[in-house]
């Protein structure tokens, strides 16, 4: 008997920061998630994790990958986008990135 993991994902796209008409909020992100067209279609995201990974220059502890977590806190709009707050805030050069909606962990076990 074999356990695989495998992390099931949603990808999303990092539209912006929370904005006014003159004052922009690095704190909050605007999300817009792949398949996601309603308000109402956002609660099942509330809650869930964002991880934006990217490949850093410099090695550190034999990986050159890097990870930013955030948490998706509230709808924002009508059409689909969320905020979300993360851990150390995104850098504007991650504006049209792909992020990844973490759900669940998921087993798997193969007989």
């Given at each position: 008997m074999s356990k695989t993991h495998?992390?099931?994902y949603v990808r999303g796209?990092?539209?912006s920061y929370q904005r006014g008409k003159r004052n922009s909020?690095?704190?909050v992100s605007i999300i817009k998630i792949e398949?996601?067209?309603s308000k109402g279609e956002?609660?099942?995201y509330l809650g869930k994790r964002v991880a934006y990974v990217y490949r850093a220059k410099k090695e550190v502890k034999g990986t050159r990958i890097r990870v930013i977590w955030g948490k998706i806190t509230r709808p924002h709009g009508n059409s689909g986008?969320?905020?979300a707050r993360f851990r150390h805030n995104l850098p504007p050069c991650?504006?049209?990135a792909s992020l990844r909606i973490v759900g669940y962990i998921f087993i798997f076990i193969i007989l």
């Open positions: 495998s992390k099931l796209r990092h539209l909020n690095p704190n398949g996601v067209n956002t609660q099942f986008c969320v905020r991650t504006f049209g």
